[in-house]
């Protein structure tokens, strides 16, 4: 009697072992599958969120057909350039090599894409690479794009500070020949800042990791000399 008692308990005891290993199992299976949802949500929010941010922006006239910068002069040779207002890199390029990028504009020689990106608004304290890139969409706009950014890069503020502000920025504006009311509205109404995310965004999913980026037919240009510039519009003509 005692043993068919023990083979009883024996029994109850591994139907309560295999209930709770398939309660676990359960458990486990349905926390899986809340955690891939929310990985999936996660996901699709995320891609939303990349899309607006890329996808959602007006580009200013003389912009090219994608929408990542401003196209000055048509030669054959397609010479795209990366810069950020805040850049002393980009500043140094520009007192090296902006009149060898002039001339070659003049010359027929270049179709030139300005990309002004965003990279540097953490070393300052007002995001002053997306508001001047910005402004220089709305210079675009009243057709002085290159002598507005040329004036920036003069004017250029140290890093980890404000920056210029926006009321510097229309001064600028209107001292390149820019109609002073339709500028600055355009430069306090953030017009175009959509639109430098949109670049910016662009240029890092075109792997410009820095600034400034010379690209010769999306070639790059490792030493950015006149020299070098010169030499890659001229083998891409060929």
Known sequence: MSNRKGRKDAARVVREQLARERRRKRTLWISLGAVVVLVIAGLIGWSVWSGQQSDEYAAPPGANDAGTGVVVGSGPVT????????????????????????????????????????????YSSTEYSTRSSAAAGCAAEGGRFTEFSKALFERQPPEGGAG????????????????????????????????????????????????????????????????NIIAAVEAAGR
């Open 79 to 122: 010479l795209d350039i990366y810069e950020d207002y805040l850049c002393p890199a980009c500043k140094q390029f520009e007192q090296s090599s902006g009149a060898t990028v002039e001339q070659l504009i003049s010359d027929g020689k270049v179709r030139v894409v300005y990309h002004p990106v965003a990279y540097l608004n953490r």
């Open 164 to 227: 210029l502000s926006n009321d510097e920025l229309i001064d600028i504006g209107a001292e390149v020949g820019l109609d002073r009311d339709a500028f600055g509205s355009c430069v306090r109404d953030g017009r175009y800042r959509s639109w430098t995310a949109h670049v910016t965004a662009e240029a890092s999913r075109a792997d410009v990791t820095g600034t400034p980026t010379i690209l010769v037919d999306g070639e790059p240009v490792r030493e950015w000399t006149p020299e």
